[in-house]
């Protein structure tokens, strides 16, 4: 669950896909307060940690929001860690 208060300390790219579980309203003001590059997606029809444990994924809806929100952060991780440093993932693989 977001605090909207702790996005103000983030400068770093961040990526966050919230679900329905989440306040709307502090998704918005946590997106709000972030400097840094970022990715923000709410998938209003998932429970919270559906791309864990706890996603059906036998479910045709919670399987293709699986798959979209993994697609996000591939090329969000791409974008921001391989691009800007790929150095760093040499020294973390």
Do not use: C
Request: proline share 4%; hydrophobic share 45%; glycine share 6%.
């Amino acid at each position: 669950m977001l605090d909207p208060a702790d996005a103000t300390d983030i400068s770093i790219p961040l990526g966050v896909l919230a679900s329905k579980d989440e306040v709307a309203e502090d998704v918005k003001k946590f997106e709000q307060s972030l400097e840094g590059p970022q990715i923000v997606k709410t998938f209003g029809n998932q429970i919270h940690e559906f791309m864990a444990a706890r996603g059906n994924l036998e479910d045709k809806v919670v399987l293709e929001d699986y798959q979209q929100g993994y697609q996000t952060l591939l090329e969000f991780l791409a974008q921001y860690l391989w691009m800007e440093s790929p150095r760093l993932l040499t020294v973390l693989f």
